[in-house]
């Protein structure tokens, strides 16, 4: 009989990843800081106007690359991150894990009516960053046909919802009314 040893590691990743096994992660979640000045766990706003990006850059690299190297084939990467640092962060992984292993992008909606963080637009959502370790190794299975809830797809006919899947964002809209 095969018993899974299923484990959390919580703190500053990239210590923690460092203690871990090549290969030996299935999944992989991190919400690293945003760069949006906030003081928790780390220094935040890493640098000044466009420097704040790279030195944010700098910081995550080698924190990507462990994860990259804990993974298992099979496994699968996913990255919370908002508007600050979301283009920055898609080229990076793109660059550690390959273009070709990215999974998707996932649109979370946290507030509806938006939080005003600044003097333009209410954001309401944020971001979550899914990367393969190996897209053809994968076994990561987001389809499931006893989740999805054709009220949650209004003015969709029912064949544009039933033929949505992990790689789409959304099902396609039917020419007919």
Request: glycine letters at 6%; proline letters at 6%.
């Amino acid at each position: 009989m095969n018993h899974a040893v299923h484990t959390l590691h919580v703190g500053d990743n990239l210590p923690v990843l460092q203690t871990l096994p090549d290969g030996s992660v299935d999944l992989i979640y991190t919400d690293p800081p945003y760069n949006t000045g906030s003081d928790f766990a780390y220094r935040d706003r890493h640098g000044a106007g466009a420097g704040r990006h790279a030195a944010w850059v700098e910081m995550m690299r080698p924190r990507l690359v462990e994860a990259r190297r804990v993974l298992a084939d099979h496994g699968a990467l996913f990255i919370s991150i908002d508007d600050n640092e979301m283009a920055h962060l898609r080229l990076l992984l793109d660059e550690v894990f390959g273009e070709e292993q990215f999974i998707a992008q996932i649109v979370v909606n946290l507030n509806a009516k938006g939080r005003q963080l600044g003097p333009w637009f209410a954001t309401s959502h944020e971001y979550l960053l899914v990367f393969a370790r190996d897209i053809e190794a994968c076994r990561l299975d987001a389809t499931s046909a006893h989740t999805v809830l054709e009220s949650d797809f209004p003015g969709l006919p029912t064949t544009a919802v039933a033929t949505g899947c992990c790689r789409c964002a959304t099902p396609t809209r039917s020419s007919t009314p």
